[in-house]
Antibody, heavy 119, light 108 residues
Framework: QVQLQQWGAGLLKPSETLSLTCAVY????????WNWIRQAPGKGLEWVGEIYQNGATSYNPSLKSRVTISIDTSKNQFSLKLRSVTAADTATYYCARTQQQPYKYFQYWGQGSPVTVSS | EILMTQSPATLSVSPGERVTLSCRAS??????LAWYQQKPGQAPRLLIY???TRATDIPARFSGSGSGTEFTLTINSLQSEDFAIYYC??????????FGPGTKVEIK
């Protein structure tokens, strides 16, 4: 059974960089796309971006200028960095897995990492 | 960007009832549509993909239908554990993948 376990700093000040990591257990890391999705308090889901095993990335245009997703296949981990955060970036961030097109639904999710941006 | 809408925003129902949730896409997404269930404090859980295929271990009371721009999630004989928020998600065109705003199914 695939398990995604995520961690990272939960409290940031405006202008700092958000950094989260997601580790994958129980199945091959290869052949899948690894995603970040966020959810502001009481709000809906917003896709942040994805990365493939070869390092190819795709980002939400609304966040593209501030986001970097990276991957470490030797550790079965991938990471999110979001620069210059503001209060609007306060959210629970989830990591999740999709497959190759057309199977791009989020089948497995991490437990979520709450992040608060406050001065 | 494909805009997803859902209706109603909130549905008040009694256990045992049948509920129908709607999702609409601003342009055709073929059958590349998924439904998720989210309970407070939990990550979303995949219910339906390909508009109508139940995910692993999802009870048969959950069913999905539709294609193109109009989709429906039906829950037959609502159980107490089904009270939650339901999101639709299109994965036909990206970036970005987009979600509907959700329908909250609450106890009447």
């Amino acid at each position: 059974q695939v398990q995604l376990q995520q961690w990272g700093a939960g409290l940031l000040k405006p202008s700092e960089t958000l950094s989260l990591t997601c580790a994958v257990y129980g199945e091959s890391f290869s052949g899948y796309y690894w995603n970040w999705i966020r959810q502001a308090p009481g709000k809906g889901l917003e896709w942040v971006g994805e990365i493939y095993q070869n390092g190819a990335t795709s980002y939400n245009p609304s966040l593209k200028s501030r986001v970097t997703i990276s991957i470490d296949t030797s550790k079965n981990q991938f990471s999110l960095k979001l620069r210059s955060v503001t209060a609007a970036d306060t959210a629970t961030y989830y990591c999740a897995r999709t497959q190759q097109q057309p199977y791009k639904y989020f089948q497995y999710w991490g437990q979520g990492s709450p992040v608060t941006v406050s001065s | 960007e494909i805009l997803m809408t859902q209706s109603p925003a909130t549905l008040s129902v009694s256990p045992g009832e049948r509920v129908t949730l709607s999702c609409r896409a601003s342009q055709s997404v073929s059958n590349n549509l998924a439904w998720y269930q989210q309970k407070p404090g939990q990550a979303p859980r995949l219910l339906i993909y390909g508009a109508s295929t139940r995910a692993t271990d999802i009870p048969a009371r959950f069913s999905g239908s539709g294609s193109g721009t109009e989709f429906t999630l039906t829950i037959n004989s609502l159980q107490s554990e089904d009270f939650a928020i339901y999101y639709c998600h299109q994965y036909n065109n990206w970036p970005p993948f987009t979600f509907g705003p959700g329908t909250k199914v609450e106890i009447k």
